[in-house]
């Protein structure tokens, strides 16, 4: 018999014996992730994962907006479409506690548990049960072109202020080099303007509910807050600010459009790598900025992997969140794309590493920002409800967006500031009472 013919014999023998002894066929999960900087890393490592497990995995690679849409219909209609979702803060409790994730108590004692940055892991946590793993976490704070500010004659303090963030924007905006003093999120969105718009009317004094559940979105303070938003983006934002949310910032900022950037700590490790950043060399950082009360000035949020309770491969599942955010995976990203492209603010072994010390000078900064975020303290006065740039409750993902657009319709002049929100107010009001919240 010829030799070629023998051996594929043997193997198909091979295989026939292993399924025989239960060995487990391939497996294709369908991962729904964003299409963020870290998650394109993930990407391109997952062969590895693939390779190691015989496993595949179908990736469907969504804009934040859309991801959520998809996602959250999903999930609650039992679909069944995704084995793997990318969620965050908001969702996972909320999700958890209505049974429609997998416990992920169950990688291992090789996990290290214990190594999950606490406020991170605690987010994810209902009833002493994690429901998401943390994939990359972050709050927020002020990026800015330290060249910029030296040849202005400014400087930067540690803990700015909005009122001087409106000095150097405006010193700094020079629109016939396209080079504008701020840049802020713009794009609609619960995610994606009104997280930084959270963070904003915090520190401007506001909140989303008083202690009644009556909502505040057309007290002073919003207005305050949402008028120098308007205002600032008006006289030193890039044009299009509706259509910018962050990946589009960090294109602006990264590629030298922006003096300033207010926005996520996890952007710190793309706008300080020279493989992404025409800038990598003239980046500084401060606190994100204050107003009236520091409270809840800068936001806490974690972009993390969950199964859902409808997957029917639940085993390979959890093989692939375990190895996405493992202390493994992070010296991986590491040693491939350079330690200042590892996936921050989820372990603490992160940033005892000497390596990520070294490529990061920014590390001890974003540990601090996210072990202080505090969603329990996030307002001026009291509040009924838990998060800093959103609120734990289920009727909050059409809220926030709602009035992210409201917020839209006044930074491009369809509307006025009063005019977009006293309408908004009435309508949340009108969900609010329909929900059961208002008596």
Known sequence: MPTRKLIGILAVSAAASALAAGAAPATEITVATVNNGDMIIMQKLSPEWEKATGNKVNWVTLEENVLRERVTTDIATKGGQFDVLTIGGYETPIWGKAGWLTSLNDL????????????????????????????????????????????????????????????????????????????????????????????????????????????????????????????????????????????????????????????ATSAAGRVYDPKQSKVADKVAFAKAPVAVTPNGSAWGWAWSLAIPASTKKADAAKSFVKWATSKA???????????????????????????YQKAAPFAATVLSAIESADPTKQTKDPVPYTGIQFVAIPEFQGIGTQV????????????????????????????????????
């Open 329 to 355: 995976y992070v010296q991986r990203v590491g040693e491939t794309e350079g330690w200042v492209a590892a996936p921050p603010g989820t372990r603490k072994s992160t940033y005892a590493s000497a390596d």
């Open 404 to 439: 992210g657009q409201a917020v839209a319709a006044a930074v491009t002049g369809e509307q006025s500031v009063d005019d977009a929100l006293n309408g908004v107010q009435a309508e949340v009001e009108r969900t609010m009472t329909e929900a059961g919240y208002i008596k």
């Open 108 to 263: 291992g004692d090789d996990y290290d548990y214990d190594d999950l940055i606490a406020p991170v892991r605690n987010g994810l946590t209902v009833d002493g049960k994690l429901y998401a793993v943390p994939f990359y976490a972050e709050s927020s704070f002020t990026l800015y072109r330290k060249d910029l500010f030296d040849a202005a004659g400014l400087k930067m303090p540690e803990q700015p202020t909005y009122d001087q963030i409106t000095e150097f924007a405006d010193k700094l905006t020079d629109k016939s080099k396209e080079q504008y003093g701020l840049c802020l999120r713009g794009k609609p969105g619960w995610g994606e303007n009104m997280a930084f718009v959270g963070t904003l009317v915090n520190t401007f004094g506001g909140q989303w509910f008083d202690m009644d559940w009556k909502p505040q979105i057309n007290s002073d303070a919003w207005k305050k807050a949402i008028g120098w938003y308007v205002d600032t983006m008006k006289k030193d934002g890039p044009p299009g600010i509706s259509s910018n949310g962050f990946n589009e910032n960090q294109t602006l900022f990264a590629s030298g459009h922006c003096a300033m950037w207010i926005d």
